[in-house]
């Protein structure tokens, strides 16, 4: 069974960076497109970024296209989002998915697995 455990969340001001983590357990990383989504309070679950298992290809929001930047590190198992330049409307709870496969990288029930979330809340 797949564990994912997000880590890194927390307050900034505008204009700062904060990397928020994803460490995977129970099954062979590798396998595994991974992806962060965000929901806001009163909004919907949103797509952020993928990445695929050759941790080259990668997908992207067009809101956080060019100030953000997911990668992973399949040695430690462990997947981040590097996130530049942060806005108040990115403030939200940070979730890590995981799929052996997806049928549409950008819809959130094509992932099985979740992990419970981290709070990123930007101040303006």
């Known amino acids: 069974q797949v564990q994912l455990v997000e880590s890194g969340g927390g307050l900034v001001q505008a204009g700062n960076s904060l990397r928020v983590s994803c460490a995977f357990s129970?099954?062979?990383?590798?396998?595994?497109?991974m992806a962060w989504f965000r929901q806001a309070p009163g909004q919907e679950r949103e797509f952020v970024a993928a990445i695929m298992r050759n941790a080259i290809s990668t997908y992207y929001a067009d809101s956080v296209k060019d100030r953000f930047t997911i990668s992973r590190d399949n040695a430690k198992k462990t997947v981040y989002l590097q996130m530049n330049n942060l806005k108040p409307e990115d403030t939200a709870v940070y979730y890590c998915?995981?799929?052996?496969?997806?049928?549409?990288?950008?819809?959130?029930?094509?992932?099985?697995?979740w992990g419970q979330g981290t709070q990123v809340t930007v101040s303006s």
């Open positions: 129970g099954r062979t990383f590798n396998n595994y497109i």
């Open positions: 998915a995981a799929d052996p496969r997806t049928y549409n990288l950008y819809n959130d029930r094509s992932y099985e697995n």
